[in-house]
C-alpha cells in the first residue's frame, strides 16, 4: 500500500507542476497524460514494478519542463528519484541540436533505471509524433526525429527487450504510416 501512495503522490505532484502546460498537438491535449504514459508503457509493457522507475517516469520532465528543482524531488521523493530524473533531463540552456546530440552521447551511461525511462519516453514520442504531431511540424522533421530516437535508442538497447520490440514496432509503423 506504501509504494501505491508513494506512485501517487508523484502523479499528484507532476499532475500540479504540468498543469498548464499542454501538447503541441493540434488538440493541445494536457500535457500530463505524456508522463502518465511513460510510467503506464514501463509497468505494463516493460513488466517494472520498481517504485524509484515508475516515480521517475511521472516526473521525469518536472525539472527540464517547470520551475521543480532536484533538491525538491529529493526533498519528497528520495535521493534515488532525484539522481533518475536528473539523469534523463536535458540542460536546456544548451542549444537544441546539442541536447539532441548529448541525448545519443550519453544513452549507453545512463543507468538501468534511467534507461528505462528514455526509452519510454521515446517510445511515447514516436507515437505523438507519428499519430498527433505538433501541427507546425513538416514531414521531413517528424521523419528526421524518427531517424535521432533510433540513434538514441541504441544506446539504450539491452535494458528491457519488451520495450525494445515495442519501440521497433512502433518506429516501423510509424515510418510506413508516414511515407505513404
Given at each position: 500500500?506504501r509504494?501505491?501512495?508513494?506512485l501517487l503522490?508523484?502523479?499528484?505532484?507532476?499532475a500540479?507542476k504540468?498543469?498548464?502546460q499542454?501538447?503541441k498537438d493540434?488538440?493541445?491535449?494536457?500535457?500530463?497524460?505524456?508522463?502518465?504514459e511513460?510510467?503506464?508503457?514501463?509497468a505494463r509493457?516493460?513488466q517494472v514494478?520498481?517504485?524509484?522507475v515508475l516515480?521517475?517516469?511521472?516526473?521525469?520532465?518536472?525539472?527540464?519542463?517547470t520551475?521543480?528543482t532536484?533538491?525538491?524531488?529529493?526533498r519528497?521523493?528520495g535521493?534515488?528519484?532525484?539522481r533518475?530524473v536528473e539523469e534523463?533531463?536535458?540542460d536546456k540552456?544548451?542549444?537544441k541540436?546539442?541536447?539532441?546530440?548529448?541525448q545519443?552521447e550519453h544513452?549507453p551511461?545512463?543507468?538501468l533505471?534511467?534507461q528505462?525511462?528514455k526509452l519510454?519516453?521515446?517510445?511515447?514520442?514516436?507515437?505523438?509524433?507519428?499519430?498527433a504531431?505538433?501541427?507546425?511540424?513538416?514531414?521531413?522533421?517528424?521523419l528526421?526525429?524518427?531517424?535521432?530516437?533510433e540513434?538514441?535508442?541504441?544506446?539504450?538497447?539491452?535494458?528491457?527487450?519488451?520495450?525494445?520490440?515495442?519501440?521497433?514496432?512502433?518506429?516501423?509503423q510509424g515510418r510506413?504510416r508516414?511515407v505513404?
Amino acid at each position: 500500500m506504501r509504494d501505491l501512495t508513494n506512485l501517487l503522490q508523484a502523479l499528484h505532484f507532476a499532475a500540479i507542476k504540468h498543469s498548464e502546460q499542454r501538447r503541441k498537438d493540434v488538440e493541445a491535449s494536457p500535457y500530463i497524460n505524456h508522463p502518465i504514459e511513460v510510467a503506464e508503457t514501463i509497468a505494463r509493457i516493460g513488466q517494472v514494478t520498481d517504485l524509484v522507475v515508475l516515480q521517475s517516469a511521472i516526473l521525469h520532465d518536472t525539472i527540464e519542463d517547470t520551475m521543480t528543482t532536484g533538491e525538491e524531488i529529493e526533498r519528497l521523493f528520495g535521493l534515488e528519484v532525484r539522481r533518475v530524473v536528473e539523469e534523463v533531463t536535458d540542460d536546456k540552456s544548451l542549444p537544441k541540436a546539442e541536447r539532441k546530440r548529448l541525448q545519443i552521447e550519453h544513452a549507453p551511461h545512463l543507468s538501468l533505471r534511467a534507461q528505462l525511462v528514455k526509452l519510454a519516453d521515446k517510445i511515447s514520442n514516436i507515437r505523438a509524433v507519428t499519430e498527433a504531431p505538433p501541427a507546425d511540424w513538416s514531414l521531413d522533421r517528424r521523419l528526421e526525429y524518427l531517424d535521432w530516437t533510433e540513434n538514441v535508442v541504441a544506446g539504450l538497447r539491452g535494458c528491457n527487450a519488451n520495450l525494445e520490440a515495442l519501440y521497433d514496432q512502433l518506429l516501423q509503423q510509424g515510418r510506413a504510416r508516414l511515407v505513404r
